[in-house]
């Protein structure tokens, strides 16, 4: 798929970005070029690749001229840029809906304005029934590059999306917290009951390769991936340590999904994914035939899950990392 292209990854110095980029390099890529904002993480990120297929763009995704400067001659877009943490989306919301919507927007336009071919989107499991402003501004860039499919006109330009859950050992994610605070003796807890999915870095760069080659344009694409119990990990981690409930906080759900029941209506199964159809007159399905239509009323979450990882299997995954 990305043979002799010239693909673009905005975020391509992030936890995401890195392992994509070193997997197109494996993938006789023609260029790759990394956009992100910040001159030290594209400095180290050079001294770690050294390829000359690869360009650094320092650029903001907020700032469509620059996009469309470095969409020139370009044939893929990843778009993995995001301001990504709960938190800071809560108490800087301004800021997290110039990023991860007016962001989108901008991807968007520069794509089409420059005859791109391709554009992946990734989102997040927390843009399904959002409760977080994080969730909300992926939800409504989900809905942005569905919805840019209608408006390409004769253009080839086509938009889909990857939503998965959470990242082992993504930056900030769970697992690198958990090792840094096992010391303290206490791992603190949210809530006992709480769920999460589990996907690794190379499994969510595998499945964006896969669905470049699947896409059709306008898909919300799913994997099936296995569910753990958040005490669970922190047995995993620290099996010496007291787990100390700390209360849930603000944003955060006892359990994540993917698909509700009122998106179940459209999405197909297949054995090893979703696909969330959009629902516009111009969607004729042309790829995704074989999909299995879900039964009323189902779900894809975290608690209802059918695939769980034990501690044993947690303590070797988070030993491989
Ligand atoms: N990690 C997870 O658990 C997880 C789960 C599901 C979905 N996702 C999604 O996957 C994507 C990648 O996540 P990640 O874990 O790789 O994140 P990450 O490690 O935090 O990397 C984010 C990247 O985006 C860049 N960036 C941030 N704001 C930008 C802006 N305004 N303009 C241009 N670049 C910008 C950052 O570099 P600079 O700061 O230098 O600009 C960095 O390269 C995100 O869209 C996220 O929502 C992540």
């Not at 917290?177 to 003796?185: A, E, L, V, Y």
Request: proline share 3%.
């Amino acid at each position: 798929m990305l043979e002799n292209k010239t693909v673009l990854v905005t975020g391509g110095t992030g936890s995401f970005g890195k392992k994509f980029i070193k997997k197109a390099l494996e993938e006789n890529v023609k260029k790759v070029i990394v956009f992100s904002r910040d001159e030290l993480k594209q400095y180290e990120m050079k001294q770690e690749f050294k390829d000359e297929r690869i360009r650094f763009f320092i650029g903001d995704v907020r700032d469509k001229e620059r996009l469309n400067r470095a969409f020139d001659g370009v044939d893929i877009v990843i778009h993995a840029a995001a301001m990504k943490h709960v938190d800071a989306c809560e108490y800087n919301p301004f800021e997290a809906i110039k990023t991860n919507i007016h962001g989108a927007q901008n991807i968007i336009e520069a794509a089409i304005d420059r005859g791109v071919e391709k554009v992946i989107a990734l989102s997040t499991d927390k843009a399904c029934s959002p409760v977080n402003l994080y969730g909300a501004t992926k939800l409504a860039s989900d809905k942005l590059f569905v919805a840019a499919n209608s408006y390409v006109g004769d253009k080839k330009t086509r938009f889909a999306v990857v939503r998965y859950g959470n990242v082992v050992g993504s930056r900030g994610s769970v697992v690198p917290f958990f090792k840094n605070i096992k010391h303290t003796g206490v791992i603190p807890i949210t809530d006992e009951r709480m769920t999460r999915f589990w996907i690794t870095l190379d499994q969510g760069v595998q499945f964006v390769l896969d669905n470049l080659e699947r896409m059709q344009g306008g898909e919300i694409f799913i994997p099936k991936i296995p569910s753990m119990k958040v005490t669970d990990l922190a047995k995993a981690i620290a099996p010496e340590c007291e787990i100390e409930i700390v209360g849930i906080r603000p944003g955060e759900k006892l359990h994540e999904a993917m698909i509700m029941e009122d998106d179940a209506r459209h999405t197909v199964e297949f054995d090893d994914y979703y696909v969330i159809q959009p629902e516009f007159t111009w969607w004729k399905k042309e790829k995704h035939l074989e999909g299995k239509t879900l039964a009323d009323g189902f779900a894809y979450t975290s608690d209802s899950n059918t695939e769980w990882l034990t501690i044993e299997q947690l303590k070797e995954l988070v030993e491989e990392m």
